[in-house]
């Protein structure tokens, strides 16, 4: 049975900084010790709006990377889109505001014993936690080419340093607005036969992750995928996070996504059954 | 610094503490083991149990809503053979008090999950969920029926009563909450668990459709205290001898202790825990303090304490 992240602890955290980046923004939280156990693909569950809220539930984010190198033993960064209202109030946090903040939460991507070829694909900000999961990659050895895609240029979350993990970077808009003009699983079948990939980590939004399913499927490439539904809780008390998935005799359960994910197999999540009843 | 008796009692279950987990927002106690020792608190309550495996509602299952959320679980689980295998071993194991949800598609059904618990040690109550929302058919949520309730409830306690008490969750969507809690009373049950969640919905406004997988949900946390504390109150008032697990929207001390001085004997925490790990914790503290403050000195003195006469 699967069990909640040993590592996940709750503690009140420092806003190092918060700087806007496009239509996002970067946060730098002060975590201290815990940076040592998050890993990329974990996330973080804040809660939000301050005492008064009418706002009852955690937000969910993927941690982007963490450092812990830092002045600060160690810091975390979230790449957050102020969409909802709780994103809205984590993004107006200023630097020294307190957080109240659950990590790190889920699995891991799991990184390969032996270098490998490794392809990572990112919709919109999903792309945040790629980068990390990059430089973890690039330091194993790994060859790691990197393809992101949004349906417009302001949605693609592309820093400069991240470059630097990578061996390659394509973009892609659904409306041409930046890099190749498409679907960022367009050009995956080729790429799969060109650089010999053998293991594909994506994040972004479902349809996405299933269509990377339906081009995987049947070959020997592993996809690890961090899939997204939504959750009240992410410590796996509330099951409002689940996704089908089959074990190995086939049977279906409904896995929760905040304990057995984010990051799943992409072979075993069953993407046509996903916000249906089994 | 002054001594406060904190235990409570439901029926003849005796708990150090009044706080407990609410039903199907604690799933087995393991998760949230992680943050806080689950001996501390009065007691676990389980996530309902079927007696077969459920996979439960289509996603979304949960939409925020002001000062709250629904829920649109639909009661998955492992069934009680696993649950028993698994679940309350383990809970045993963390000297965690134990009151065991129940909840069936049928009167039978009940009874045969109350067969399965009577060999079962560790156990300190029963809870019998007549009262989920969110099942296909809404005539099967029996406690909006008082006759079904009864039922229930007689054949549960044809198997348990005497052994372990009886603890039968109502649901606060209906005319005449009293007239339901004396039927079940009469069946046997030694307590009463007030209130399960009340039948809601979103539309979401992208779609045009109904938000949640399976359309209704049930609404919880701040924004149903009040229906909570009233459904308390009123219950206390016509049946003072019968204990109340009080919940609904309880997050801090004070919300605590109204459910108790409307005459809740403990009170369980569920959404609060969802925004909160260690909510328990500091609610548990907060309504220590608050006793003391207030010059009680037992927990049992505070239980319905805003039904007192006029004169005192």
Request: charged residues 15%; neutral net charge; glycine residues 10%.
């Amino acid at each position: 049975m699967a069990t909640i992240n040993k590592n996940a602890a709750q503690i009140q955290a420092i806003v190092v900084s918060n700087k806007r980046v496009g239509q996002y923004h970067q946060l730098i939280i002060n975590i201290g010790d815990l940076a040592a156990t998050c890993k990329p693909g974990n996330f973080v569950a804040i809660n939000v709006g301050g005492e008064s809220s009418r706002m009852v539930l955690r937000r969910a984010f993927a941690i982007s990377r963490v450092s812990t190198s830092s002045m600060y033993r160690g810091t975390m960064e979230l790449i957050v889109a102020p969409h909802g209202q709780g994103s809205k109030w984590l993004c107006a946090q200023e630097e020294g505001a307190t957080l109240d903040i659950v990590t790190p939460l889920g699995t891991a991507f799991g990184v390969p014993t032996e270098p490998v070829q490794a392809l990572l694909v990112g919709g919109g900000y999903g792309s945040a936690p790629l980068f990390g999961l990059a430089e973890l990659l690039n330091s194993r050895g790994c060859r790691v080419d990197m393809l992101l895609g949004a349906s417009t240029a302001s949605k693609i979350y592309a820093p400069m340093e991240g470059k630097r993990s990578v061996n390659s970077l394509r973009i892609y808009t659904e409306d041409g607005s930046m890099g190749h003009k498409g679907r960022v699983t367009d050009p995956i079948p080729e790429l799969i036969r060109d650089l010999n990939i053998a293991v594909i980590y994506s994040c972004g939004p479902m349809a996405m992750l299933s269509a990377i399913d339906s081009i995987t499927r049947g070959t020997d490439v592993v996809h690890q995928c961090a899939v997204e539904e939504s959750m009240a809780c992410g410590i796996g008390i509330c099951m409002t996070c689940v996704i089908p998935v089959a074990d190995a005799d086939g049977t279906v359960s409904m896995l929760r996504s905040c304990i057995d994910g984010p990051v799943m197999d992409g072979s075993v999540v069953q993407w046509d059954k996903v916000g249906k009843a089994l | 610094m002054s001594t406060l008796d904190f235990s409570t009692t439901l029926g003849n279950a005796w708990f150090p503490a009044p706080t407990f987990t609410a039903s199907g927002c604690a799933s087995s106690g393991r998760e949230l083991a992680q943050f806080f020792d689950l001996r501390t608190m009065g007691g676990v309550v389980t996530k309902s149990v079927m007696l077969k495996p459920r996979t439960g509602r289509p996603t979304p299952r949960m939409a925020e809503t002001p000062s709250g959320m629904l829920n649109s679980i639909g009661l998955q689980g492992p069934g009680i053979e696993a649950f028993l295998a698994k679940d309350v071993p383990y809970l045993v194991d963390q000297k965690a008090r134990i009151i065991v949800s129940i909840a069936g598609e049928t009167v039978e059904e009940y009874s045969t999950l109350a067969r399965k618990l009577r060999a079962v040690s560790g156990i300190s109550a029963v809870e019998v969920n007549i009262s989920c929302p969110n099942v296909e058919n809404r005539g099967l949520v029996f406690a909006c029926d008082p006759e079904a309730s009864r039922r229930v409830v007689d054949g549960v306690n044809r198997t348990l009563g005497g052994e372990l008490p009886i603890i039968v969750k109502l649901s606060p969507d209906v005319t005449d909450l009293v007239s339901i809690a004396k039927g079940v009373v009469d069946a046997g049950a030694d307590a009463l668990a007030l209130i399960n969640t009340v039948l809601g919905m979103v539309i979401n406004l992208d779609t045009m459709r109904p938000h949640l997988g399976g359309k209704t949900g049930g609404l919880s946390g701040p924004a149903i205290r009040p229906i909570a504390v009233r459904a308390i109150y009123q219950v206390h008032a016509a049946m003072p001898q019968v204990p109340i697990l009080g919940m609904g929207g309880v997050s801090t001390g004070r919300d605590a202790l109204e459910m108790i001085a409307a005459g809740a004997s403990g009170v369980s925490i569920g959404t609060a825990s969802f925004g909160n790990p260690t909510a328990i914790m500091s609610i548990q503290k907060e309504l220590e303090q608050l006793l003391i403050a207030k010059g009680f000195t037992s927990l049992r003195q505070a239980i319905g304490f805003a039904h007192r006469p006029e004169s005192e």
